[in-house]
């Protein structure tokens, strides 16, 4: 039997505690736990707490004031569209040094629905929206992945005899058609550690992700999936595991969570060396490249000539 | 010259990734990519706030312009760079462009305000209505919105997003219904140690100045001539006091594209070396989208035709910022030169911002010049190339600032706000 990893989820009260205290971060940083979620409670079906933050602001102050620590910010459709997602999540993996992912959810709690029948990004008052349902939510998640891949981060070449920077026909439009229409291409390039890990949370067997063509969920949290959540305060699960989520509640601090971490840790959980990208510690391989029949963005850069 | 005015200027840096230039990027002292290294943004900041400097503004559309020869187009997204940043600084500004037209206001509210904690009160946001088709259609939209559309939902936006901030101190919901959006709720997020993010603007159309009148706090504007930016600045203070607000309520911050060289010759050859390192059709490409008409049919050893300097056909059409059109034609028409002559003299006198190639000592009396004549309250200046630009600018030009009382020598403030607030009265007009 394989010793499952550890992993943390912090709800909003626990992100603010986190990051307005360096000690902690440090002490966050060191852990060797696969990754932390970063906000678990906006997409668990939880009660909106009285205190929380954006998550990738989160992860920009992450990305910035630590080294080590890996991490997935949480981020539905309800309020926002996969392609400003896409650029959060490319943009943090680009800073973090791929240390990021994108924990996909349905409904966000600490958020309004749009209108009915389109209470997903029809709140945006653009033409559009559709249900909030798993559906959406995985169609956004394609999006993402999508956009991220169609940068490809080696058509960067910085060539500086023919002044091309960047082999910008190799750039593709990503013509998503599915609950949203994307032309594409992504602003940001694909990271340098390969496209981010995309993971889904499910409370239920019954609330999975739908599964299709170009699947980008790598990963599923929650009671029916192989990472289960575990609240602080409870034992770890008796059935094997490739992971555990430890949960804090509210009533937890983040010095609680890292206690009850580190005991864990020294008690059976598998380590995760700190540092490296999500991908690397999760063992997961690169996403397969967008098809070779996607339509270019730009033209073949030429050599240019001056004024 | 009127009245030498109290106080010290404002000093922003417009960090179009690289530099303004399109070559920046060959420079050996920057890796091929560079624009998305943590490294490089957190030296950025840091060197930034060696010079005790205001703010940096970044730039942002949702949408890829061809990265082929630039590093310009590319896009970290401004909450996240500007959020990694503030983690390497503690007191410079940092300033985010985000779109009115393609966010929902209720997430980016909470967004902008969340990033606005993590930096301890120094973010702001400039709001923007994007232009172009390409930033439409990764929104399944066909089209971008008419003009006039897109400024009457940024002003509800604007509305909707302030009124979010505000419950996030009251802890009070919001019930808006209005033509655009249908809101109620209220952040969680912990209320603004600046008391909400400081909104900026950028652009001279009527609609955005407008906007700028009634809720900016800091207008990011394109100005060629000083007679012309003191009669936007008394124009813009103007609608903010028509709106109830002191005029000192809203800091007005032209760009100024810099090439800073030790004597004026020097600084010459470095915007030569660097502009004749990109490429022509660059300048052509920019030249059209900037005037609404093709420059690639121009000969390019004739004087521009009289029909390519009337005035625009469909405002609600043109794709390009009205105020740069308009500034771009009036320096056309004050010199007749032929369109390789302009392309090659937007060099040294700008292209729809003003330009700047000179020593440090220059730059310090140009603004001192501006900035005592009341056509300023600061600049946001924006170096051809960031990597070796900015550092001459904090460690050459502050200086020259600081001995002639223009700057403070070390941060006396905390917030971009009350940088903002410390910063010269506005003269009478």
Known sequence: MTAPYLALGLAGPHLVELTANRALLSRWDELPVAFSVLGIDRVDGSEPAPLTLTSSAVGATLAGTTKYGRFLITATPQRDHPYNIARRVASLAHLSNGRSGLLIGVRDAYAPEGPEGAAAWGGAGLAGGAPLDAQTAYDAARAVRALELSWPYDSIIGNRDTGILVESNRIVHVDIDNRFSIAGPLNTPEPATGASVIAWYSATAQDGPPRGADDPIELV???????????????????????????????????????????????????????GSLRAALNLSAPAPLPPTARAAFPVPQPHVSL | MTNRRSGHVLLGINVLVLGYLPAAWKTPLLKKDSFIDPQYWANLGRTAERGTLDALFLADGPLLGDPAYDANPIR?????????VAAATSRVGLVATASSTFNDPFELAERLLSWDHQTGGRAAWNVVTTRGAPAARNFGMPEIPFRDDRYERATEFVDVVRALWESAATGRDIHHHGPFFDIEGRLRVPPSKQGRPVIFQAGGSPQGRALAGRVAEGVFAAELTKDQAIEHYRLVKGFARDNGRSPDDIKILPGLLLSLGSTEEEARRRSDEIHDAGPAAYSIAWLSQAIGYDASRLELDEPFPEDVLGPIKDTQTFLGSIGFRESILAQIRRTNPTVREYLKQTRYTGSGHAGFVGTPEQLADHIEDWFHAGAVDGFNLQPDRLIDGLAVIVDELVPILRKRGLYRHEYETETLREHFQAASPTPAF
Do not use: C, Y
Not at chain 1, 229 to 247: D, F, H, N, Y
Not at chain 1, 266 to 275: E, K, L, Q, R, V
Not at chain 2, 76 to 84: H, R, S
């Open chain 1, 221 to 275: 949290l929650g009671a029916a999936g192989p990472v289960p959540l575990v609240a602080l305060g409870k034992e770890p699960p008796a059935s094997e595991t490739a992971g555990v989520v430890l949960r804090a509640g509210l009533e937890h601090s983040v010095g609680d969570l890292l206690d009850a971490a580190e005991r864990w840790l020294a008690n059976g959980f598998a380590p995760i060396s700190a540092g």
């Open chain 2, 76 to 84: 970290l997204e401004p909450t996240v760079n500007w959020g990694q």
